[in-house]
């Protein structure tokens, strides 16, 4: 096997490589955006000692965290309400504070309600369910996210760490592809990487010139995806490491087609 084909072979394995990263990155961002879907914005899991941080809508004329007050099923979990604020999407009020879970609570699920004092105000309370888990093992396993139950981390820090890798290894077969290139030059080939429509013919453009020995009216022949012969054509312009032939008549060449240096 000669240096080309090692080198394209090189190439396939890193394009290999490459799209199982890529495939790996995609079920990471699947797995957030299930786990973000599963993720009731009632019901909160806990360890105890902890806190949570929980924000609400509230009636446009609650003016401080007073006119707030909540019930709880245990007095070992309490609310701190930190502010009142427009709400970033739509403008609405919200309030803004933590769940502060007590170190001595017991396992098991607890319902804490949050209202506002004026009952004139005709805003249902909202209720939030607190399922509090006796170690960290059995509270791993409510995780919603498939990659951080079992591995115990982000499935962001899963999705960068692989979209590191995917651009490590695209800029490896970014490298590869310009030996390639210079490669291929040197034994009279190239990739034609762009095709232009020319009255009754096409233009052909490929990264072979004058320092290939390529000139003006020198034949290539060009060769299809999958080395077939597929015709021929003549070079009318021609720079140090560029050229640009028509394809003669009954050729059929398209973008990824290969040329070489006609020799006859």
């Known amino acids: 096997m000669n240096d080309l084909d090692k080198t ?8 290999k490589i490459a799209a199982v990263f890529c495939v790996l ?16 914005k009632t019901v909160f899991d806990a360890l105890p000692g902890t806190s949570l941080d929980i924000n609400g809508l509230t009636a446009e004329t609650v003016v401080t965290t007073d006119d707030i007050f909540y019930t709880s099923t245990s007095d070992l979990i309490s609310l701190s309400i930190d502010s009142i604020q427009k709400g ?42 607190i399922r509090i888990y006796k170690d960290y093992e059995s509270y791993r396993k409510s995780y919603k996210s498939l990659i951080k139950r079992y591995f115990d981390i982000s499935p962001w820090y899963f999705a960068a760490f692989f979209f590191f890798l995917i651009v490590l290894t695209f800029g490896c077969i970014f ?8 490669l291929m030059a040197g034994k009279g080939k190239a990739v034609i990487y762009k095709v232009k429509k020319v009255q009754e013919t096409c233009e052909i453009f490929f990264g072979l010139g004058i320092d290939h020995g390529v000139k003006t009216s020198t034949r290539i022949n060009v060769f299809n995806d999958k080395g077939q012969a597929s ?24 973008p990824g087609y290969m040329v070489a240096v006609y020799k006859g």
């Open 175 to 182: 490298l590869i592809s310009g030996k390639i290139e210079i």
């Open 231 to 254: 015709g021929t054509a003549v070079v009318h312009s021609a720079t140090e490491t560029d050229s640009i032939a028509y394809a003669e008549s009954g050729c059929v060449v398209e």
């Open 88 to 129: 970033h999407w739509f403008g609405s009020k919200m309030w803004q504070g933590r769940f502060i879970i007590s170190p001595d609570i017991k396992e098991g699920e607890y319902i804490l309600v949050v209202g506002i004092k004026d009952i004139k105000i005709k805003k249902p309370p909202d209720k939030f369910y």
């Open 25 to 40: 990155l995609s079920l990471a961002i699947i797995d957030t955006i299930v786990a973000g879907f599963r993720q009731s």
């Open 8 to 15: 394209l072979q090189l190439r396939s394995n890193v394009g």
